[in-house]
């Protein structure tokens, strides 16, 4: 019979959402890493130093980070800062694989005086040391990843004290394991597994309630230095939220197929693609598979994580005003990957990006006397168009701080008032607060279809006041 460990739960890792490039063996200009720096409550974390194989950059004001030419393999990424006198610093672990998609990681950072270090070692059902174990450590804010080695121990260092962690361990042809445990400050613990040796108990049930919402991006604003801005993050939060659909999911490190030809010129696609959370004994993680039929038969990535609840799809194939169907698999640890089985499919999604939008007046930098009126360019399938507009760069976005750069207009966006319009309008008068002769305004407009599954977000704007 077989065993479930959990029941569907909400996943809390805070992560930056942002573009990765393909991997290969050794050192690859492709090979690209991105992600986010926060603090332990999940505040995005400045001028923090990042460090991965011998590269290095410095977090940019929202807490994001990119570092490329990475190599292949196992590979810690460590962040440090130094704080009112006090260094902070935390760490993380990816795997980076020939043919890989990077996904993007997050990287937790406490204060060194008091930070906690799990270690423990992995055996068989015989005794025997496994080697290549993979130990998920899943916290609030971000998780990590620890890796046996030849004797079967892990060791994972830099962990947020006072914190109650879910612990997974996973390797091919075994069993999972999953045990909790809370690390005070300073702690060493030790928390060990004994891998059962697999065993067929039936297909896992297909994941649940699987959903899917499409972005189209401006090219200038997806490819940023570092990566995505942080109004984007924000804007995804803010239709995430109205669909109901996680803030801040858990995702998986990806091997994806490669793609068959440009993006559109002009636009960036990405469909984020949902399902809920639980946990089996046996999963190994989880089979994506798209298509422009359905239901689709082709597997465009492998989630190789039992903890992942998400799937963030960029690759350079999707073309807007195109039907795209997913499913998602379950993959069990006994019969993958050495028989290629997958489990069950979930109900098929849909995502139909949409083209384009380019906002056209105010145009970049023009000086605008009175309430400026915001024109753009149509998009076929749109339902509505919203205008957002800052009274400084939104760079320092971020919904949980009262110091960060939130929208002048609209205040509300359940109450958009007359910065929404319904298609096909295209244009539209300033009505929010008074705007101060001599000070610059950023604005974009993000279309959307008629139930928010599909979004297309112009290019930022700036005007001036006079």
Known sequence: MRGERGAHRASLVLLAFLLWGCGGGGSDPA???????????GKPVAGASVSCSGRSTVSLSNGTFALANLPSGIRTVSASVTIEGRRYSGETRVDLSAGEK?????????????????TGVVID???????GAKVFVQGPWGSTLGVTGSDGVYDIRRLTPGVTYEVTCSLAGYMNDTKTIHLAANEVANLSFALPYGSDQGAIPAPQNPAAQAWTIADTVTRSPGGRPAYLQWLQRVYRQRRGLPLAPRTGDPVSTSAGRATPAGSVI???LFWDYRSWD???GYAVKRGTSSPPSATTAVLRDPLASSFFDV????TPDTVYYYTVHCLDTVAFPSRGIVGPA????SANPLQPI??????QGDAVTGDPIFRWTGVYGAATYQVVVWDRFPDLQNPDDPHGAVPLWPADFNNPGASKVQAPQTSLQYQGPYLQAGRTYYWVVVAADSGEYALSVSRIMRFVAR
């Open 125 to 131: 059902a015989g005794g025997y040391a496994l080697e």
């Open 315 to 318: 690759d350079p194939v999707l």
């Open 346 to 349: 979930s109900d098929v999604v």
């Open 358 to 363: 380019l906002a056209t007046a105010p145009a």
């Open 31 to 41: 090979t690209r890493l991105t992600g986010v720096v926060t603090d332990v409550d």
């Open 282 to 284: 046996d999963l190994f």
């Open 270 to 272: 990405e469909v984020d």
């Open 102 to 118: 990077n996904r993007s990681v997050n990287v937790v950072v406490s204060d060194e005086r008091y930070q906690a270090r799990l």
